[in-house]
């Protein structure tokens, strides 16, 4: 195949990625007598999508075609409001498990990502047959690029003494 139908074909490629990414379809039926609209064309809030005009049955769609200010940045929003970014999951150090002299175990949550986030940490006070005596759940705030040491307290002081080791998921998800 020549270098201009390698360009041809590449670019009829692009065209439907580029269509089908941006929700554009070939039907174009507007709900005629069905309650469903059908579906079809490139949305826009100028459309003219009720069918029950007079025109002979012909339908057409009007629209500003040149509207420039539509926002399609980063956003990840709709109306133009940007929300932030939220975090990938936390890592989860052990730095000490929970004894009777010291009723909580100390973890340490490190949040390697570029923005704030809100983690949920779980840590699960084990008995020496591994049993697990107590499990306790807490929301830890850790900045960006930061690491946060957390205390979490057993709060069963019946369990306390039986409390062999502690068991820390590494990853904590963001909240």
């Not at 929700?23 to 309650?35: A, K, M, V």
């Not at 340490?108 to 049993?131: I, L």
């Not at 690029?145 to 307290?153: Q, S, Y």
């Amino acid at each position: 195949m020549t270098s201009r139908g390698k360009t041809l074909r590449l670019t009829a490629v692009s065209a439907l990625v580029v269509l089908a990414l941006t929700g554009f379809s070939t039907g174009r039926g507007h709900g005629h007598g069905s309650g469903d609209d059908g579906g079809g064309g490139c949305s826009s809030s100028g459309q003219n999508h009720d069918s029950s005009g007079s025109g002979g049955g012909s339908h057409r769609d009007y629209y500003d075609d040149d509207d420039d200010d539509d926002d399609y940045g980063d956003s990840g929003g709709s109306g133009g409001v940007d929300t932030p970014a939220s975090p990938d999951a936390a890592t989860v150090t052990l730095v000490d498990c929970a004894s009777e002299e010291t009723p909580y175990a100390t973890v340490e949550v490190g949040n390697s990502d570029t923005v704030d986030g809100t983690f949920t940490v779980t840590v699960d006070f084990v008995d020496a047959g591994g049993a697990t005596l107590v499990s306790r759940t807490q929301e830890v705030t850790v900045p960006a690029g930061g690491t946060t040491p957390v205390r979490i307290d057993v709060d069963d002081a019946e369990s306390l003494p039986l409390i062999d080791e502690c068991d820390v998921d590494s990853f904590a998800p963001a909240v």
